[in-house]
């Protein structure tokens, strides 16, 4: 690595948080079961490739996507210098997770309702095959781009690296355990047991102090957005306001397609709440803040 290249510890940094959400979000809820070894390993002999739906195939895709950055990153923080040895580090970084694939679904096997298949495995051998080959591409000429970050001088541009940052975490979470569907019959269960709210506050609650405190941590999540967009110089606060509620809108669009999601109208008047009270604040900054 030449002495003007950037560091790569943030990579490894990446890397391992991707790694830890990768297999968190393969075994979300979490409701482990035990199973005895040997019927574990012969049950994994055994399990099926399956043969895809039109629903099966949105939860084959996920998981396809879900390796592309894995293996991305981590071959990203192993770079050598060498073509040889690029080679070499490509192929173990490949090996290594589908090592990891096979091992998820292993352990899936304690954590039902996940389901367990050949299909899983493949989708996600070709997306750390595809994570390789995105880091070969671009990978290095990408990573220099975002080392700007080291250059970044002034608050706007701190505020606009923070804004897109924030809401590709808010996404992810929210998009999790990436059970996808786009099956008319199981978009139609998930209507029928409550997963797509379209009356304001229809969800059972305690009491009002119940209410009153999912409502409020509902709106704080959309403060940042509407607040940061205003102090990047990117929107005017009004045009914050209307961002920041969009993005909600398209949140709530891709959890219609998450089976374990509930998309809810009520989500976008707490989202209107928050970046209404962000947009305030925005606007009230000094402009010598924000411009």
Known sequence: MSPQAPPRWPLGLLALAYLLFAVYGSLVPLDYTPIPWDEAVARFREIPFLRLGIGSRADWVANLLLFIPLTFLWLGWLWPRSAAARVAVS?????????????????????????VSQNDILAESIGGLIGIALWWWKGPALWAWVDRWREVRGVTSVAEYLLWVYLAGVFLYAVLPLDLTI?????????????VNLIPFAYPVEGPVELIYATAVDAVLWVPVSLLWVVSGRRSPARAFWWALGAAALLELLQFFVYSRVSDITDLITAAIGAGVGAAIGARLPRTLVE
């Open 91 to 115: 192929v173990l970084v490949w090996v290594a997770s589908v090592a990891l694939c096979v091992g998820i679904e292993f352990t899936q096997l304690h954590f039902p309702p996940r389901t």
């Open 183 to 195: 099956s008319p019959v199981e978009i139609y269960h998930k209507w029928q047991d409550g997963g």
